[in-house]
C-alpha cells in the first residue's frame, strides 16, 4: 500500500506542465474527490467466494453547511490517523487551505497535485479484506449503528464507538444488519440515502473505515421498514442504496439475485474459515425467512469444506425475545437439520449482548404459537451433532437497551449476564490450540466484557452425512409440536423436504400461549370440571406465557425474561375490540399486595409524561416497583370461518402505567411516585385485590341516548382490600389508573344508565359494615376537563346513596319471591334504616341491556338474586355536592328477591353475573358447587327459574392426566370457583369503529358463548410459588352452542325464540291468553313464556303411557325436549341427543307442520 501511494505521487509530480492545461476548472470538475469514485483497488465487501476483492473508502465528511453530523469542522472531517500518527492528507489539506473559493487565482501545478494525493489517500487508505488464501485469526462484529447523533430522542449517541471498535485491528469487521437507520416513507425512500450520507460524514466513521476492512449484511432499519419483509414496497430501493454504499461490484453475485445474501472463504489446510451472510429480510414471509431460493444456496454452502464457519444472521437464531427464527419453528428446525458440525452463529438486532448455546439451561423452548400455519415449539438437536452451536449476540454498536431487565431461556448461557453497555464483538482464532475465543467488549471506554472459548470441531467436509430431516422423525415432531404437523415426507434431501406447521382440523382455540410448566411440572390442557351443557376450553393457564408487548417490556419483572406471564387468580374481565378481529381481554388479579409469597412487582411511572401508551419509557429513576396487583391484557386475533370462532393470542402486556389516588387535597388524582408514597397514601405497597370489574365503551348508553354513559373507555371494578377500600378506574387509552377511596372494601362496581347526558351512576358493593351489607349507588356530574371530571367521577361532584325500602320493618327475608318492592337511594350520610344483610356479602351486578337502568344483584351472603330498578330524576336536584353540583336528595327505587333455594335446594354463593340482553342470566357460584348456571330472566326482570347447570367444579377425582394440574394442589371442588364472565359469541361482527347499538344488535344475534374466569385457590408448589404468579386461574372459553355452521338447523315452534316482531304477529293471529306474561314491544322471547307447553305435557301424559319419558312431570315445571326421551326414537336420534332447554332446541319436539327455522 505504501510503495503504491509513493508512486502516485512520484508520478503526479513529474507530469509535464501540458496535462494541467485544465486551469480554468475547479478541482470538482476534475471527478478526482468526488465522493462515489473508487480507485480499482479500493476495498468492498462484494468480494467472491475467493475472497479477492475489498470493501470500504472514507468520505470527505462533510455536509452542505460545511460541518459534519457529529459536530466536527470539515478540517477534523479529513484529519483522520493511522497508528496515531497524522495522516498526509491532512497535512496536504493544510497546504491548501488558501486553494478554492476564497482565492480568485489560478491554483498552481503542484496544488492541484498536492490536492489530487489528497483524494487518493483519502479512497486508498481502507484496508483491503484478507486474500483467500490467508488464514483469518481475528474478525470484529457488531449491529445496530444510529448515525443520528440525537439517536431515538432518549438516546444519546457518542460516535467515538467506531474509534473503539477500529482498536481491535481485526482481519475485517462485519456489519450484522440495522447499519444505519433509514426507516422509508416511501418506495423512492430518501431518508435511507440520507442516512447512509450521514453515517459517511462521520469522521470517527471514516478513521473505522481507513482501519478496516468491512462485509455486511442487512436488518430490517437498513432495509428500509420495520419488521418488514418480502412484501416491502421500497425493497429494490434499498438493495440500490446497499450495493451503491459499500461499493459492490458490477460482476457481484448480490446483482443477479435477489437480496443481499453472500459468503468468503479464506484460508488452506485445516485452516478453513467460512463467512456465510444471511438475508432474513428479503424473502421473508408468513411462512419463511429465507425463502426457497436462499434455502438452496445455503445448503450448497454448507457443501463446501471448512474447518470453521461464521453463519451471521441479523435476528436471533437461539434467542427467544422480540423478531426471531423461534417465530418460525419449522424454519429453525429446517437449518439446524442442516448445520454442520462446526458453525458459530453472529446476530443482532437486539440491543443487548448476550451468548447462546444449545441447551444451555436444560431447557427446551415450549412457547406455543400459531401465526398463519406457524407453531413454536422446542428446537430439536441429536447429541453430538451441530456442535459447538454458538450463538454470539452483539448489538448495539451506539444505543444498547441499557435497561434491559433479565433474560431466561433455555438456550442462553447464564453465566454471562446480558451486554447492556454499547459494544463490538472480537472474534480470535488460534488454529493450533483450534480454539475460538468470542468477546465482548464495552464500546464506550467502560471496563464492561465477556469472554467465552469454544473448541473447533475436527475437520468437518461439507454437511455431515445423514444429517437430513429424518432425525428427529416426524413422529417425534408431532409429538413435541403439541400433535401439529411439522413435517411431511422428510427425506434426506433438502429440497424434497415439507417442513408444515398445521393445526389439526377442528382446533377452535390455538394460541401463541406457552407454558414455562415443563420446567416445574406437568401442563395443565383442560380445566378439572364435569360440563353438562356446554363445551368448555381452557384459552389461557396461569403459568404460561405468551410475547410481552413493546410498551410493557420496562415494566416485567425481571425473571419473566420479556414474557407476558398468566396469573392468577384472575376475576374480573372484559373485552375491547381493537379492529376488525381483533380483541384485547383484560383481566385484574385478586393478588393482595400485602402477601409477599404470590404478589409479583411491576414497575409503574412516577412521571406524567413517560410510560403511559404511546409514550417514551421512563428511565429508572423516573419509575417505582409497585407489589401487588395488576390489569393484564391479551391481544387475540379473532378466524371466524363457517361459523367457527378460532382465537390466537398475539401478545400481553401491563394496562396499568400509573396509579393516580383521589383524595381530600387532590380530589382529580394524585400522582402515586414510589412505593414509600403508596404506603403513606393508601398504607399498602401498591394495588392491591382487584375484584369484579368490566370494560366499559365511550358512550355506552348511547342506543338510549346519544353521548350517554362515559366519555373515555373505562376499565372499572373494585379494590378489595380491607387497608385501603375503594373503587378503580382505568383509562385504557393512556394507562392511568385511578382509585377512589370508600368506606371498606369494594367488590365490585357497575355502571348504569341515569336517563341523561350529564351524569353517571355506579353500583358499588361495599364489604359489609359494622351495621350490615347494603346496596350502594354512587351518582356523579361530568364536570372538568380532567380524566374524573369529565367521566363524573371526581368524587367532589357526588353523592353515595344506599338504599331504604318504603316499609322500613321489612327486610330480605320477609320478601315474598319475585315481588317488586318499592324503596328509595337515600343519601348515605343520612342517619337511620338501610336495608341490609347482616354481615353478608353481596358481589357481581349486572345490567338488563334493554332497560339499563335495572340491574341484577348477587346476594351472595343470602344464597340469591335480587332484581333493583332505579329510576333517575333530575328535575329536583335539592342537595349540593362539596364541589358545588346539584344531585337529588333521593332516588326512587323498586326490588325484588329471587329465592332460588326454593329451586335448586343446593344453589349457594351466586358471584360473578351476565345478565344476557337474550333474556338470560349466567350465574357463577362460589364456594363448594362450584356451579356456572343459566336462568331465564327477560328485561322485566322477570323469571320463570328455567334452570340449566352448564359446568360444575370438580374435585381431584374428576383429574385426569389430560387436565392434571399438580402445582396448584387442588384438593376439593371448594378450591375452585367461576368468576368474570363475559359474551364472546358476536365479536366477528363488530370492530373498533362500532357504536354501542352496534354492540347490541350483534350480541342478540350472537351464539352463546362465554368467556369465563376459573380461579383455583390453593398456591401449592411449583411454578406459580416459584415464578409468584399469585395463585393458579384458567381462562376459559364456554360454548352452550356449537361452535359450526354445520350444526343441525334450529327450529322454533312459531317464532318462539325470535326477538322482536314474531311473538307480536303470532300472538295477533292466535289466542295466547294461556301463555306466560303478556307481551312487551322489543321484549327477548323465549320458549318458556309458553306455558301451553307445560298443559300439553300434563295432558298428553294423562292419556298416554310416559314411563320413557326422562323424569316425572311436575306441575308448573318447564317442559324441556330432553324429557321426552319417545322424541329421539321417533325422530331416529341417539339417546340423549335432546339435552339443551326449549330456548334452543324445540327443533322436532312437535310436528313440522308448526315449526319454522329459527334464524339464530
Aim: with cysteine; glycine share 10%.
Amino acid at each position: 500500500m505504501e510503495l503504491r501511494l509513493q508512486v502516485w505521487v512520484f508520478m503526479l509530480m513529474l507530469m509535464p506542465t501540458g496535462v494541467w492545461s485544465l486551469t480554468d476548472c475547479d478541482a470538482e470538475e476534475l471527478d478526482l474527490c468526488d465522493d462515489d469514485s473508487t480507485s480499482d483497488d479500493s476495498a468492498s465487501d462484494g468480494s467472491t467466494s475467493d475472497g479477492s476483492t475489498s470493501d470500504g473508502s472514507a468520505s470527505d465528511g462533510s455536509t452542505s453547511d460545511g460541518s459534519t453530523s457529529d459536530g466536527s469542522t470539515p478540517d477534523d472531517t479529513t484529519s483522520a490517523s493511522v497508528a496515531g500518527v497524522p495522516s498526509l492528507s491532512l497535512l496536504l489539506t493544510i497546504l491548501l487551505a488558501g486553494v478554492g473559493s476564497k482565492s480568485s487565482r489560478t491554483p498552481s501545478k503542484m496544488e492541484w497535485t498536492l490536492a489530487a494525493l489528497a483524494c487518493l489517500l483519502t479512497i486508498a487508505s481502507a484496508k483491503d479484506l484478507p486474500a483467500s488464501d490467508d488464514i483469518v485469526t481475528k474478525i470484529s462484529f457488531s449491529s445496530c449503528m444510529h448515525q443520528d447523533p440525537a439517536g431515538f430522542g432518549s438516546d444519546v449517541i457518542n460516535f467515538s464507538a467506531w474509534d473503539a471498535w477500529a482498536s481491535a485491528d481485526a482481519d475485517f469487521a462485519i456489519f450484522g444488519g440495522d447499519n444505519v437507520y433509514g426507516d422509508c416513507s416511501s418506495e423512492t425512500c430518501t431518508e435511507l440515502a440520507e442516512a447512509y450520507a450521514d453515517l459517511k460524514n462521520i469522521s470517527s466513521f471514516q478513521r473505522f473505515m481507513e482501519k478496516q476492512a468491512v462485509v455486511a449484511t442487512w436488518d430490517d432499519h437498513d432495509y428500509g421498514k420495520n419488521n418488514a419483509g418480502a412484501s416491502f414496497g421500497g425493497k429494490d430501493r434499498a438493495k440500490e442504496e446497499f450495493l451503491k454504499f459499500y461499493e459492490v461490484p458490477e460482476n457481484d453475485e448480490r446483482r443477479s439475485h435477489g437480496g443481499v445474501y453472500t459468503s468468503y472463504l479464506w484460508g488452506s489446510g485445516n485452516s478453513k474459515l467460512q463467512l456465510i451472510l444471511l438475508d432474513t429480510r428479503w424473502f421473508k414471509d408468513e411462512d419463511t425467512i429465507l425463502g426457497e431460493e436462499q434455502w438452496a444456496w445455503l445448503a450448497d454452502q454448507f457443501a463446501v469444506e471448512a474447518d470453521l464457519r461464521i453463519l451471521v444472521s441479523s435476528i436471533q437464531y437461539l434467542g427467544n425475545y422480540f423478531e426471531g427464527w423461534y417465530h418460525y419453528p419449522c424454519e429453525q428446525q429446517k437449518l439446524m437439520s442442516i448445520l454442520p458440525n462446526n458453525v458459530i452463529i453472529i446476530s443482532g438486532d437486539r440491543h443487548v449482548g448476550a451468548f447462546y448455546q444449545y441447551g444451555a439451561t436444560g431447557g427446551v423452548e415450549m412457547r406455543w404459537r400459531d401465526d398463519g400455519d406457524r407453531a413454536v415449539a422446542p428446537l430439536i438437536k441429536k447429541a453430538g451433532e451441530n456442535e459447538p452451536l454458538l450463538e454470539v449476540t452483539s448489538s448495539s454498536l451506539t444505543h444498547t437497551w441499557a435497561e434491559a431487565g433479565a433474560e431466561e431461556g433455555p438456550h442462553r448461557i447464564p453465566e454471562f449476564d446480558l451486554m447492556r453497555a454499547n459494544h463490538y464483538g472480537v472474534m480470535g482464532i488460534d488454529w493450533t490450540k483450534r480454539e475460538v475465543t468470542v468477546s465482548l467488549i464495552a464500546s464506550d471506554g467502560g471496563p464492561e466484557s465477556r469472554v467465552f472459548t469454544v473448541s473447533i470441531p475436527e475437520s468437518s467436509p461439507g454437511r455431515i452425512s445423514g444429517t437430513g430431516l429424518t432425525s428427529p422423525t416426524c413422529g417425534q415432531m408431532k409429538s413435541v409440536y403439541k400433535q401439529h404437523e411439522c413435517c411431511g415426507n422428510p427425506t434426506k434431501d433438502l429440497e424434497n423436504v415439507v417442513f408444515r406447521c398445521e393445526p389439526p382440523a377442528g382446533d377452535a382455540s390455538t394460541s401463541t400461549m406457552m407454558s414455562l410448566l415443563p420446567l416445574y411440572g406437568s401442563t395443565p390442557q383442560d380445566p378439572i370440571m364435569d360440563v353438562f351443557n356446554a363445551s368448555v376450553s381452557a384459552l389461557m393457564t396461569a403459568g404460561e406465557y405468551t410475547d410481552l408487548a413493546y410498551d410493557s417490556m420496562w415494566q416485567a419483572p425481571a425473571s419473566w425474561g420479556y414474557l407476558s406471564i398468566f396469573t392468577g387468580p384472575a376475576d374480573g374481565q372484559g373485552i375491547k375490540v381493537i379492529s376488525k378481529n381483533k380483541l384485547r381481554v383484560y383481566a385484574n388479579n385478586e393478588i393482595s399486595s400485602a402477601t409477599g409469597t404470590t404478589a409479583y412487582t411491576t414497575r409503574l411511572s412516577a412521571v406524567d409524561n413517560k410510560g403511559g401508551f404511546g409514550q417514551p419509557i421512563p428511565a429508572s429513576s423516573e419509575s417505582w416497583p409497585m407489589v401487588g396487583a395488576q390489569v393484564r391484557f391479551t391481544d387475540l386475533e379473532l378466524e371466524y370461518s363457517s361459523g367457527s370462532s378460532n382465537y390466537k393470542i398475539i401478545q400481553g402486556g401491563f394496562a396499568v402505567k400509573r396509579l393516580y389516588v383521589s383524595t381530600d387535597a387532590v380530589p382529580t388524582g394524585k400522582l402515586i411516585t414510589s412505593q414509600a408514597d403508596s404506603e403513606a397514601t393508601t398504607g399498602l405497597k401498591g394495588l392491591s385485590r382487584l375484584c369484579g370489574s368490566k370494560f366499559v365503551m365511550a358512550h355506552e348508553f348511547d342506543y338510549k341516548m346519544s353521548g350517554a354513559g362515559f366519555e373515555d373507555e373505562i376499565y372499572i371494578g373494585g379494590h378489595e382490600d380491607g387497608t385501603f377500600g375503594a373503587y378503580f378506574a382505568l383509562d385504557t387509552q393512556e394507562g392511568n389508573m385511578y382509585l377512589l377511596p370508600q368506606p371498606t372494601m369494594v367488590e365490585t362496581a357497575t355502571p348504569l344508565y341515569t336517563g341523561t347526558t350529564e351524569y353517571v351512576a355506579i353500583v358499588m358493593n361495599v364489604y359489609p359494615e359494622s351495621d350490615g351489607q347494603r346496596l350502594h349507588l354512587f351518582v356523579g356530574k361530568k364536570t372538568g376537563s380532567d380524566f374524573l371530571g369529565r367521566n363524573g367521577l371526581n368524587p367532589e361532584h357526588g353523592f353515595h346513596y344506599m338504599l331504604q325500602l318504603d316499609n322500613q320493618s321489612m327486610g330480605w327475608d320477609d320478601m315474598t319471591d319475585d315481588t317488586f318492592y318499592p324503596g328509595k337511594f337515600e343519601l348515605a350520610t343520612e342517619a337511620g334504616y338501610f336495608l341490609e344483610s347482616g354481615s353478608k356479602k353481596n358481589e357481581w351486578s349486572s345490567i338488563n341491556k334493554h332497560m339499563p337502568n335495572m340491574y341484577a344483584q348477587a346476594l351472595t351472603g343470602l344464597d340469591d338474586i335480587a332484581v333493583l330498578d332505579v329510576t333517575f330524576d333530575f328535575s329536583s336536584t335539592g342537595c349540593t355536592t362539596s364541589g358545588g353540583s346539584q344531585l337529588p336528595c333521593s332516588l326512587t327505587a323498586k326490588v325484588k328477591r329471587f329465592r332460588l333455594k326454593d329451586l335448586d335446594p343446593i344453589f349457594g354463593e351466586p358471584d360473578g353475573l351476565y345478565w344476557s340482553p337474550k333474556g338470560q342470566l349466567i350465574i357463577a357460584e362460589d364456594g363448594a358447587t362450584g356451579r356456572l348456571i343459566r336462568m331465564d330472566l327477560d328485561q322485566n326482570g322477570s323469571s320463570v327459574k328455567n334452570w340449566t347447570v352448564l359446568a360444575r367444579v370438580a374435585d381431584e377425582s374428576k383429574r385426569t392426566q389430560a387436565n392434571a394440574i399438580p402445582q396448584f394442589s387442588m384438593k376439593a371442588a371448594s378450591q375452585g370457583e367461576f368468576t368474570g364472565i363475559i359474551p364472546a359469541g358476536f365479536y366477528h361482527k363488530i370492530d373498533g369503529s362500532s357504536t354501542a347499538a352496534d354492540y347490541l344488535n350483534a350480541e342478540l344475534e350472537a351464539k352463546e358463548q362465554y368467556f369465563v374466569n376459573y380461579q383455583l385457590h390453593s398456591l401449592g408448589e411449583g411454578l406459580v410459588k416459584a415464578k409468584t404468579l399469585g395463585e393458579g386461574t384458567q381462562t376459559l372459553r364456554v360454548d352452550v352452542d356449537a361452535d359450526t355452521d354445520d350444526a343441525p338447523t334450529m327450529y322454533a315452534w312459531k317464532g318462539v325464540g325470535y326477538y322482536n316482531g314474531k311473538r307480536e304477529s303470532y300472538c295477533a293471529a292466535n289466542d295466547c291468553t294461556d301463555h306466560r306474561g303478556p307481551f312487551v314491544a322489543g321484549e327477548v322471547v323465549r320458549v318458556s313464556d309458553w306455558a301451553i307447553l307445560e298443559v300439553w305435557r300434563e295432558s298428553y301424559c294423562a292419556a298416554n303411557d310416559c314411563t320413557d319419558h326422562r323424569g316425572p312431570f311436575v306441575a308448573g315445571e318447564v317442559v324441556r325436549v330432553s324429557d321426552w326421551a319417545i322424541l329421539e326414537v321417533w325422530r331416529e336420534k341417539a339417546p340423549g341427543t335432546y339435552t339443551n332447554d326449549l330456548d334452543t332446541i324445540v327443533a322436532e319436539s312437535l310436528s313440522y307442520s308448526n315449526m319454522e327455522a329459527a334464524g339464530f
